[in-house]
């Protein structure tokens, strides 16, 4: 199956719900039409090239080609240098539009009513106010299908993420050292199990620490994780200091030439400080084997957690130098939207994403694709 399919597939709960959203909003108010709106016309060419898409799909597909897939359906007239696949694009659009479609005329109304639908996908006030009104510039009074405004979404919602889409920086220091935070249950042994085995299939030694001591179910699970990928696990006896073992992970790490150390860490702890100097022993310790280390700071967020995500993006910053993202358990909820929101207000890189509990369910993020999957626009 294309992955893209499956993301849409796992993504189905928020991309029905702001589907159906999409469309109760056009019928409300619109009236079917046969001739299509002209244009959609948008002041600004794209900025950015679509990224490749890495995963190979069975059939043909319009974002496969090097050439950026027009957001809008139907530019007019089309730059003599655009690829074939804008124009087949545009045609398909113009000859499944002209049928008969319902459209909307776009006002404040509807703008209000897309704002609170955004905002229910979790989308936050802010985000949802600035999609909506980038959505509206220059097509105010226009009349638009749910598949138009689908795509108008869509293109926002990808230029908000597009900047923070980036995989997890490999740096040449061997063992890189990647400390993985976040709250209880979250998704952190879980994604270490399954970048461990990412990891480890494009070739690095990979070396894991147990580095919650805390509860001994904790290290079991890391080991059946470990022993799916493949990849060494040391733990330490329940209840011992975690930056101990840490700083002794690092030590055979290194004397084992692994290329990455991946830490995992409690997210339950009596209290903020105490989270906080815990945290803070395993770094101090850590550097007094690599002062550079730790080489990246992951927090491991829990999309069904919804707007609660953004204050744990603010309390972890304060713990730890987070250099960047994993949103998990984005299947099965309708709280996708919530990504958006910490891509805009964050900033953050987004390494990747986590879409089930199988070893094989973390993607890396892709901008186009989750807009597409969260907006529920058929991209075939
Ligand atoms: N559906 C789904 N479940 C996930 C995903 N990632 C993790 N989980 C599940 O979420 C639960 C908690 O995951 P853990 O990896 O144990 O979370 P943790 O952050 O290590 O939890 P603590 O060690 O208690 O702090 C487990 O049941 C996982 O299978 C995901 O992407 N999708
Ligand atoms: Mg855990």
């Known amino acids: 199956m294309a992955f893209f399919s499956k993301l849409k597939d796992k993504l189905f709960k928020s991309s029905s719900r702001l589907e159906q959203g999409l469309e109760a909003i056009v019928e409300d108010g619109g009236e079917e039409t046969t001739a299509p709106d002209p244009v959609i016309p948008k002041p600004e060419p794209q900025p950015e090239p679509v990224p490749e898409v890495p995963q190979p799909q069975p059939e043909p597909q319009p974002v496969e080609t090097p050439e950026p897939v027009p957001a809008d359906p139907m530019p007019a007239p089309p730059p003599p240098e655009a ?150 696990v040391l733990t330490a006896p329940e209840g011992s200091d975690p930056a101990s073992l840490a700083f002794d992970a690092l030590t055979r790490a290194q004397e084992d030439g692994a290329d990455l150390l991946m830490i995992d860490t409690a997210g339950r702890l009596q209290n903020r400080a105490d989270l906080m100097e815990e945290l803070a022993k395993i770094v101090r310790v850590i550097r007094k084997v690599d002062e550079t280390a730790p080489h990246n700071t992951l927090l491991v967020l829990d999309a069904t957690t919804g707007q609660n995500a953004l204050s744990q993006v603010e309390t972890f910053r304060k713990l730890a130098d987070v250099s960047g993202l994993v949103m998990t358990k984005l299947d099965g909820t309708a709280k996708g939207g919530v990504l958006v929101a910490l891509a805009d207000k964050f900033g953050l890189p987004i390494h990747a994403i986590g879409v089930g509990e199988q070893i094989d369910d973390l993607a890396p993020f892709d901008p186009e694709e989750f807009a597409a999957a969260l907006t529920g626009l058929d991209q075939s």
């Open 83 to 232: 690829a074939p696949s804008k124009f087949v694009l545009a045609r398909m659009f113009s000859r499944n539009e002209a049928k008969t479609a319902i459209r909307r005329t776009l006002d404040d109304d509807m703008l209000e009513q897309l704002e609170e639908l955004l905002i229910a996908s979790d989308m936050g006030v802010d985000t949802a106010l600035r999609v909506t009104s980038n959505m509206a510039e220059g097509r105010l009074g226009r009349k638009l299908s749910t598949q138009e405004i689908k795509q108008l979404l869509a293109q926002e919602v990808s230029r908000v993420m597009e900047p923070v889409a980036k995989p997890l920086p490999i740096y040449p220091k061997r063992p890189q050292v990647v400390l993985v935070v976040g709250v209880n249950g979250s998704g952190k042994t879980t994604t270490i199990g399954k970048l461990a085995s990412q990891f480890k299939a494009a070739g690095k030694k990979v070396v894991i620490a147990a580095g919650d001591t805390f509860r001994a179910a904790a290290v079991e699970q890391l080991q059946v994780w470990g022993d799916r990928a493949g990849v060494p």
